[in-house]
């Protein structure tokens, strides 16, 4: 399994050069659609959209344990989707497994997901939902900026017209989840 992934840099209003970073590849953009349309968005809407295919790579690179239904259960925390983006995932198959996003998920229903998003609206939640989840084998990915600090897997950030992510070694083997060798190589930060 070869991992693919890409940082980018937005267009923005002050001008900025705005291309493909180049750094990395990233096929799920073309699948996620992100392509010459979504680039004429605003940049809040292509930065949503940036971290929903990083959250499908997430799916296919690391190591997601089953459910009874063999789909793999996406879960947000709070009724903030990333302004319907994240539903785009839907039906989309990793590891021969289809997605299904589920938002508004109570704490109490989290150990029941696959992978949980909490967004940086609901970053105050965090603590949380990392007691609630314990030990579980559940991915926990957030974009609130102190995320891997606070108990989550990977964090997702947007910086400098870039989104990258970083991961939490310690919290990914405490919860017996394993990421790819590939996808850690390209984390912006590793915690060990």
């Known amino acids: 399994m070869r991992l693919q992934f890409i940082s980018f840099s937005l267009r923005t209003r002050s001008g900025r050069r705005g291309v493909l970073a180049g750094m990395r590849h990233f096929v799920c953009v073309l699948a996620l659609g992100v392509s010459g349309s979504a ?4 940049p809040a809407q292509t930065v949503e959209r940036i ?3 990083y959250l499908y790579n997430f799916a296919k690179f690391v190591e997601l344990h089953g459910t009874e239904d063999k789909s793999i ?3 947000i925390l709070g009724k903030d989707d990333l302004n319907g983006t994240m539903l785009s995932l839907n039906r989309r198959t990793a590891q021969g497994r289809e997605i299904v996003v589920r938002k508004d998920v109570a704490l109490d229903q989290l150990k029941d997901c696959s992978m949980v998003f909490v967004t940086e609206a609901d970053a105050r939640q965090l603590p949380a939902v990392v007691r609630q989840l314990g ?7 957030s974009d609130g900026r ?3 600090d606070q108990g989550a897997h990977l964090a997702l950030l947007h910086n400098d017209d870039r989104v990258e992510f970083d991961v939490n070694l310690l919290n990914l083997q405490k919860s017996n ?5 590939q996808m850690l190589k390209l984390a912006r930060v590793v915690v060990r």
């Open 146 to 148: 102190q995320a891997v």
């Open 135 to 141: 030990n579980a084998p559940v991915l926990l990915v």
């Open 39 to 42: 680039w004429a968005q605003s």
């Open 177 to 181: 989840i394993r990421a790819s060798s």
């Open 73 to 75: 259960r996406v879960c």
């Open 51 to 53: 971290k929903v295919a």
